[in-house]
């Protein structure tokens, strides 16, 4: 499986905007990129995935470079809330997701 | 309710000792997965269902892990003599296909082994 980069941890204030990197060099061309986010003591849960093009839904938007050997999730207004670990994922066969560490996100109020 | 159901939420059992994790999947999803998520680790991959059948089970660390999905709905993995390195946060997830839609996470069974 393709593997991802990510820092270990990112600090924001609330209430602005926060851009999560993640790289994916060795990325195919069937690959899509997925996001999804652990608050404390939950499952993890989906936030956005895309192929190409960007994408934007009610949680995020997914910034994805034009070679695909990087993406960038933006959470547009941080919150307290959106304090986790956010993991950048590839997934081509859909049969499983393979986490690595992830960002752990800190939101300073 | 209509998330992915886990039972029990927290299990302590003694070493030597089985243990059974229950998975109650969001009605009408066809896969089923679980995975094991050590402290501060992001949740590694054991086994994956399509219906009843498990079409992949390259996760699990040892044969004293077993899962099984006999009617193709609710999940059970069991761990036969548990060790302490057995304890950790066993996740349940589900989706609709397989395929890259989006996978509906429970909330997780906290194992911990004396």
């Known amino acids: 499986d393709a593997k991802t980069t990510q820092p270990n941890s990112m600090e924001s204030n609330e209430e602005e905007p926060v851009h999560l990197p993640c790289n994916h060099s060795t990325i195919s061309g069937t690959d899509y990129i997925h996001w999804y986010r652990q608050l404390p003591s939950q499952g993890p849960e989906y936030v956005i995935h895309g192929l190409t093009s960007n994408v934007n839904n009610r949680m995020a938007s997914l910034a994805i470079a034009e070679d695909r050997k990087s993406s960038t999730l933006i959470l547009h207004r941080a919150t307290l809330r959106d304090a986790a670990v956010y993991y950048c994922?590839?997934?081509?066969?859909?049969?499983?997701?393979?986490f690595g560490g992830g960002t752990r996100l800190m939101v300073k109020p | 309710g209509a998330g992915v159901s886990q039972s029990p939420r927290y299990k302590v059992a003694k070493r030597g000792q089985d243990v059974a994790l229950r998975c109650d999947p969001i009605s009408g999803h066809v896969s089923l997965f679980w995975y094991q998520q050590a402290l501060g680790q992001g949740p590694e991959f054991l086994t994956y269902?399509?219906?009843?059948?498990?079409?992949?089970k390259s996760g699990l660390p040892s044969d004293r892990f077993f899962a099984e999905r006999p009617e193709g709905s609710v999940s059970t993995l069991k761990i036969q003599r548990t060790q302490q390195e057995d304890s950790a946060v066993y996740l349940c997830?589900?989706?609709?296909?397989?395929?890259?839609?989006?996978?509906?996470f429970g909330e997780g069974s906290r194992l911990t082994v004396l």
């Open positions: 994922i590839l997934n081509n066969a859909g049969n499983m997701l393979t």
């Open positions: 997830a589900s989706s609709f296909l397989t395929g890259t839609g989006e996978l509906f």
């Open positions: 269902f399509q219906n009843e059948a498990q079409l992949d």
